[in-house]
């Protein structure tokens, strides 16, 4: 199962970036879905993530800045990240999610390439 992350870029302190995520709908029709990070020299982290009922949820260090949404139609979800910082520079993947008693965990083995951003003046 190969999940496809694009929209990621060279952008300013303070910009903006829309990234999106197509996802078989094997997957995305009966999965929440989420969104993570990794930097360089980082461990991987979930950024934001949505139930199939639009129930959201986010990482402190990115809230009221990032919003993640879902399109069932195109089996897309979507990550809009405003105001973005020096510190959001990272490789952006999505994967199907799910929460257990001990915090989200990802569901597939195969991460894709996922989406470079980086934030720089």
């Known amino acids: 199962v190969q999940l496809q992350a694009s929209g990621g870029g060279l952008v300013q302190p303070g910009g903006s970036l829309k990234l999106s995520c197509l996802a078989p709908?094997?997957?995305?029709?009966?999965?929440?879905m989420g969104w993570y990070r990794q930097a360089p020299g980082k461990q991987r982290e979930l950024v934001a993530a949505i139930s199939r009922g639009g129930n959201t949820n986010y990482a402190d260090s990115v809230k009221g800045r990032f919003t993640i949404s879902r399109d069932s139609a195109k089996n897309t979800v979507y990550l809009q990240m405003n105001s973005l910082k020096t510190e959001d520079t990272a490789v952006y993947y999505c994967?199907?999610?799910?929460?257990?008693?001990?915090?989200?965990?990802?569901?597939?083995?195969?991460w894709g390439q996922g989406t470079q951003v980086t934030v720089s003046s």
């Open positions: 709908g094997s997957v995305f029709n009966i999965n929440a």
């Open positions: 994967n199907a999610v799910i929460r257990l008693a001990t915090g989200w965990t990802s569901l597939l083995d195969s």
